[in-house]
């Protein structure tokens, strides 16, 4: 069975989501985005394309928005 390009974009924009919206609070969410990024990187090389991962720019978010709340709580 072959999959079309279409169908292929749809399934790394769906995992992309997924994995944007994951907090990890255990080990089994951690689990899941093991999981989650395997195939993301799966679901890439099928498609030929190396992507960022959405996991990189989740946790530079994260880290910007703990620095905001020790500023406010200083200021």
Do not use: W
């Amino acid at each position: 069975m072959t999959m079309t390009q279409r169908s292929l974009d749809t399934l790394i924009d769906l995992v992309e989501i997924k994995l944007s919206c994951l907090e990890i609070y255990d080990k089994d969410d951690a689990r899941e985005l093991a999981n989650l990024e395997h195939c993301l990187d799966e679901l890439n090389a099928l498609a030929g394309r190396n992507a960022i991962r959405p996991k990189e720019v989740v946790s530079l978010a994260g880290r910007g928005r703990g620095k905001s709340r020790q500023r406010a709580a200083a200021g």
